[in-house]
């Protein structure tokens, strides 16, 4: 493969999704790819079997998820280019399975994800996200160290 048209970057609120945004911005403009910027929000939690709660508890989640959507679309105006063709997209669900599930479906050719600089037994004990993206991925994935 020597070259991308797809590429997605995976963010979280908690990264300094500047030094990320940055990294994928600059990538999309040297191979002209789109740019697809997901973060993944927690999934409702009412269960299956049980009636959903209070109405207003159901409308402060979708106001929650409306502004979790401003904010994302917030972070493209900010750090992507112009000249970028980029999308953001917010979506319920369990983190790996959700960006692994739309990688495929929106065709991505290289998915970019932040990594934090744990010590080695921290990371041996309590496994991120982008540890199993990195095993589960079958397609090009680049890691980018965030400082905290």
């Known amino acids: 493969m ?26 999309a403009q040297k ?3 789109k740019l697809w910027v997901l973060h993944v929000a927690d999934p409702e939690p009412d269960f299956v079997g049980y009636e959903p709660g209070p109405q207003y508890i159901r409308d402060l989640q979708a106001e929650e998820y409306r ?6 679309q917030q ?20 983190t790996v399975s959700t960006v692994l599930e739309e990688a495929k479906k929106l065709n991505v050719d ?9 010590s080695f037994l921290y990371s041996l004990l309590n496994e991120s996200v982008s540890m199993e993206l990195v095993k589960k991925a ?7 160290p965030i400082n905290e």
């Open 2 to 27: 020597d070259t991308f048209k797809n590429i997605m970057v995976a963010v979280d609120f908690n990264d300094s999704i500047g030094e990320l945004m940055i990294f994928a911005d600059s990538l």
């Open 31 to 33: 191979y002209e790819a």
């Open 67 to 72: 502004q979790e959507h401003r904010s994302l």
């Open 75 to 94: 972070v493209c105006d900010s750090f992507i280019s112009k000249e970028v063709e980029s999308d953001a997209l917010l979506i319920q669900g369990s």
């Open 110 to 118: 290289l998915l970019i994800v932040g990594t934090h600089k744990h």
């Open 138 to 144: 079958e397609i090009p994935m680049l890691t980018i």
